[in-house]
């Protein structure tokens, strides 16, 4: 390795918004991250399926609903106008 021109490699803490610290080596003195292994669901068994047939049901449902009040409005509109 060539003199002075590696960042130096320090002691690092990692520290996780859920409140666990990792002890490792890093050019950054600490690491601040949103989410580690320790509170991650996939990692602590709490992992949520999507559903993502309900989510399907609910677009087609406000799609009618949307269609059913714009057909509504255009049958109001001309009957205003047929008058």
Do not use: W
Not at 30 to 55: E, M, W
Not at 61 to 68: F, I, M, S, Y
């Amino acid at each position: 390795m060539r003199a002075e021109i590696h960042p130096k490699y320090v002691q690092s803490e990692i520290r996780c918004a859920c409140g666990n610290v990792i002890a490792t080596r890093s050019t950054k003195p600490s690491i601040l991250i949103g989410i580690c292994n320790a509170c991650h669901p996939f990692y602590t068994g709490q992992q949520k399926f999507v559903d993502t047939a309900g989510r399907v049901d609910k677009f087609q449902q406000r799609l009618a609903k949307t269609a059913a009040a714009q057909a509504a409005f255009a049958d109001s509109t001309s009957k205003k106008k047929r008058k």
